[in-house]
Nanobody, 116 residues
Framework: VQLQASGGGLVQPGGSLRLSCVAS????????MGWYRQAPGKQRELVAI???????NYADSVKDRFTISRDNAKNTVYLQMNSLKPEDTAVYYC???????????WGQGTLVTVSS
């Protein structure tokens, strides 16, 4: 299984970005997909995830600003990020968890920088 993330970049505070992550390989249809992030000097943290049953969970810090969605036919998960703040600056990692085996996979990370 491989995860290819894209969509990061430099954006001003208050701006928006949309991250995408495409999963390829031998993938069960029952899977959770989501996003973690890691800021310099901090631990990796969950940003948002959509479980294999469709439940969506968000970190408190991004609720009402970020929206996660998925396209099962394309094995793709998206993260729409609005009203970005400097504290959202981090490397964002795509994540996939196979429900049946509990095997998990990580993408290579995409850098999001929020700065004026």
């Amino acid at each position: 299984v491989q995860l290819q993330a894209s969509g990061g970049g430099l954006v001003q505070p208050g701006g928006s970005l949309r991250l995408s992550c495409v999963a390829s390989g031998s993938i069960s249809s029952a899977k959770s997909m989501g996003w973690y992030r890691q800021a310099p000097g901090k631990q990796r943290e969950l940003v948002a995830i959509v479980t294999y049953i469709g439940t969506k969970n968000y970190a408190d810090s991004v609720k009402d600003r970020f929206t996660i969605s998925r396209d099962n036919a394309k094995n793709t998960v998206y993260l729409q990020m609005n009203s970005l703040k400097p504290e959202d600056t981090a490397v964002y990692y795509c994540y996939l968890l196979i429900a049946r085996t509990q095997d998990d996979y990580w993408g290579q990370g995409t850098l999001v920088t929020v700065s004026s």
